[in-house]
């Protein structure tokens, strides 16, 4: 029987957000799909697998980095479809940069989008929540469980996202609101794709045969462990963090 639920995913216009969308879909769950217009990614091709998959979504233009962008967007859910019952903080940005050149403006603006934006996407989400919804946010091996050279900000982000679930699954279970988070290990995006700021398509191939699983992970395959926290089955799991990525951080390495 379909479902009749409902959820907002920051950062669908690509990967692993895109990937859930289309998670959503087969399993009957109507999303509001979050694009965020300065990057090139295309929504329309998220609504378009996630029709194809026979769901129902609306596109809609969010920038974490505001309180009021967030607001609306998880108020989308409620006007369009009546209700919410999962928020999923997945938006992030990626960005290198060698500690001596991590100047405050480039470390603000990396938390503002992976640390306070996560802060922002959960907190629109929960107050709009009936009870008994579920969040998620998106943290990563980088931070959540490794140091990263060239990339402290976005490390220190994704480990604060650790402690955000943490203390809001405490608050939030008297109202039976879940939150739990979800570590990624090397997932092939438009993120780590990045030669730039990330591994990219030759890095990744290499980082692949090191890890256990003997490649690099699909977008999804994160989603769907999102989608498990998001279910009934994951009905009694809250303030944990679930790591994804094939074995990658559990190898001894001599
Ligand atoms: P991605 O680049 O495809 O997705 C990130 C999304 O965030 C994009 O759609 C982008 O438009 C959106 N975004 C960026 N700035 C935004 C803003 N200000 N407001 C709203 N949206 C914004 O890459 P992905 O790998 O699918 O990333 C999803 C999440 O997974 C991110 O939080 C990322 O840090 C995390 N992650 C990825 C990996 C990996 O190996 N790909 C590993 C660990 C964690």
């Given amino acids: 029987m379909p479902s009749s639920e409902v959820a907002i995913i920051t950062g669908a216009a690509s990967g692993i957000g895109r990937a859930l969308a289309k998670h959503y879909a087969h399993r009957g769950v109507r999303s509001v799909i979050g694009t965020f217009p300065g990057d090139p990614h295309d929504p329309e091709e998220t609504l378009r697998l996630v029709e194809e998959a026979g769901g129902i979504a609306v596109i809609h233009e969010v920038d974490v980095r505001t309180t009021e962008s967030v607001d609306a967007f998880a108020e989308r859910a409620l006007t369009e479809f009546g209700r919410l019952d999962y928020a999923v903080a997945n938006a992030g940005i990626l960005r290198n940069s060698p500690l001596n050149e991590l100047s405050d403006d480039l470390w603000n603006d990396m938390l503002n989008v992976d640390l306070t934006g996560v802060l922002r996407t959960l907190r629109a989400g929960s107050q709009r929540m009936h009870d008994g919804g579920a969040l998620v946010a998106v943290s ?8 990263w050279e060239e990339h402290a900000h976005y490390a220190a982000a994704k480990a604060g ?4 679930v943490r203390s809001v699954a405490v608050e939030l279970g008297p109202r039976g609101i879940r939150a739990n988070a979800v570590i990624p290990g090397l997932i092939e995006t438009p993120q780590s794709l990045d030669p730039v700021n990330s591994l990219g398509p030759e890095g990744l191939k290499r980082a692949g045969k090191d890890i256990p699983w ?23 799991v809250t303030g944990q963090s679930l790591i994804v990525d094939g074995g990658l951080t559990v190898k001894m390495r001599a």
């Avoid at 990563?140 to 140091?147: L, Q």
């Avoid at 996202?161 to 955000?164: D, H, I, T």
């Fill in 140 to 147: 990563s091996i980088a931070g959540g469980v490794y140091g």
């Fill in 161 to 164: 996202v650790l402690g955000l």
């Fill in 214 to 236: 003997g490649r690099v992970g699909t977008p999804q395959e994160v989603a769907d462990v999102i989608g498990f926290l998001t279910s009934h089955a994951a009905r009694y």
